[in-house]
């Protein structure tokens, strides 16, 4: 990411984790000494160990910590080695997940199951998460909203042999879920099925 990028995700993860920016107040703005760490030094240190990762997987990691899977570190300083981690483990996770099988006509993708863009698999809201929705209790749940990947199980092409055994994707009871758990308009989608569901 650039410095530019760096800064707008810096506003971004101050908003979510409010205490940053009290912490970071904490230390003075100009150095008295070379060996003062300022708020500037700490910055660059955060830029150097974040760089290397683009300002969407950043943001998407601020939205991933502090819940069960990603728990907040104990100490603000150790945020931006939190958030390389959840980028590493999310990185691990995809290429592990099965690849699309993807063919392009006339220079367009094209999947013989555009569910899972042929997969076999999809994330989907976790049953927990959507009961807060049922209950209205969202707001206070979107620190540990939870996603799982569950079969697609279709029959019309071969992806269903891809993902063998779990829980297969029942539109009826299930809500494809975003990249982000804290994307607006999939919460008021996922709001929205919840109601309908009744």
């Known amino acids: 990411m650039t410095t530019d990028e760096f800064q707008r995700w810096m ?47 950043a943001k998407l990691a601020t939205d991933l910590m502090g819940n069960p899977d990603h728990p907040e570190p104990k100490g603000f300083d150790r945020h931006p080695q939190a958030i390389l981690a959840i980028c590493h483990t999310i990185k691990r996770r995809r290429a592990s997940e099965p690849q699309p099988r993807q063919k392009v006509v006339n220079g367009h993708a094209v999947y013989v199951c555009p569910e899972c863009r042929d997969t076999g698999a999809i994330t989907v809201w976790h049953p927990e998460t959507m009961q807060a929705a049922r209950d209205g209790s969202l707001a206070e749940c979107l620190r540990t909203g939870k996603i799982y990947t569950v079969s697609v199980g279709c029959h019309r092409c071969e992806c269903r042999s891809v993902v063998r055994g779990g829980i297969v994707f029942d539109p009826k009871r299930m809500l494809k879920a975003p990249l982000s758990l804290q994307d607006r308009d999939a919460l008021a989608e996922l709001e929205r099925f919840c109601k309908d569901d009744f």
């Open 11 to 57: 506003t971004y993860h101050q908003s979510k984790f409010t205490g940053v920016l009290k912490w970071l107040a904490s230390y003075p703005k100009d150095a008295e000494d070379e060996y003062t760490v300022t708020r500037s030094s700490i910055a660059t240190a955060w830029f150097t160990m974040l760089r290397s990762i683009d300002l969407e997987q």
